[in-house]
């Protein structure tokens, strides 16, 4: 048997709409691009970045560039990284507080532990960092495998990296990139985790979720057994 997390919202908190925002406009401002533009093209490539179209967030950026019309040194990108990894590395050194320990107990219980990630190259540059790896040793990240949820292909290679079945596993995430629907067809058994930020972080699947769900990471010690 398995459990395969979500890692956004699930494991760790989402980041504050206003870091976010804040972090964007730092490195528009270090790019000398319009702040608005840099946004409005920043969300409309997420899709890019996610899907591992390019090497890292370093040619990311400097491919963005070029879609804005604008060069700028080496030094530059090199610090918009910088700004970028600083942004998620607190989710990832501080994930919360139940987290760990429900992996702990889930794999004292002897359950296989997986992630699939939407997210671009940021994460797995600092995976080993957090001590989310320390209990997840097979990680699959989004930009790595050039595929996101809720393509079935996705959860298909989080199942194959842990030699699981998927009607044996369970799939727990808070409802983002419609991901429940994603596992269920892809034959896992979903499980909705609505964190107590909820209602600041909207997911319309969450929303109309009417399957198996849990209000706290360690009620799924409950739910497997």
């Not at 957090?130 to 949820?149: D, G, M, T, Y």
């Not at 269920?184 to 929303?207: C, S, T």
């Amino acid at each position: 048997r398995s459990v395969i997390f979500d890692l956004y919202g699930t494991l760790t908190p989402t980041i504050p709409k206003a870091s976010y925002d804040a972090t964007l406009e730092a490195v528009a401002d270090r790019l000398d691009v319009n702040r608005g533009r840099f946004r409005n093209e920043w969300h409309d490539t997420g899709e890019i970045r996610v899907a591992g179209d390019h090497a890292d967030l370093h040619d990311y950026i400097v491919w963005l560039c070029n879609r804005l019309g604008t060069q700028v040194g080496q030094g530059a990108i090199d610090h918009c990284v910088v700004l970028m990894n600083d942004l998620v590395r607190p989710l990832l050194l501080h994930p919360r507080g139940e987290a760990v320990p429900t992996l702990k107990k889930l794999k004292a219980a002897g359950l296989t532990i997986g992630l699939i990630s939407d997210c671009s190259s940021e994460i797995p540059a600092i995976w080993r960092e957090s001590p989310l790896a320390k209990e997840i040793l097979n990680p699959v990240f989004s930009c790595e495998v050039a595929c996101k949820k809720p393509a079935i292909e996705i959860y298909q290679e989080g199942l194959r990296r842990l030699g699981s079945a998927p009607e044996e596993t369970m799939f727990v995430g808070d409802g983002g990139s419609n991901e429940l629907c994603g596992a269920l067809q892809a034959g896992l058994i979903p499980v909705l985790y609505r964190p107590p930020e909820m209602e600041e972080a909207y997911r319309p699947e969450a929303q109309e979720w009417n399957g198996r769900r849990v209000d706290s990471l360690l009620s799924l010690l409950t739910l497997v057994n």
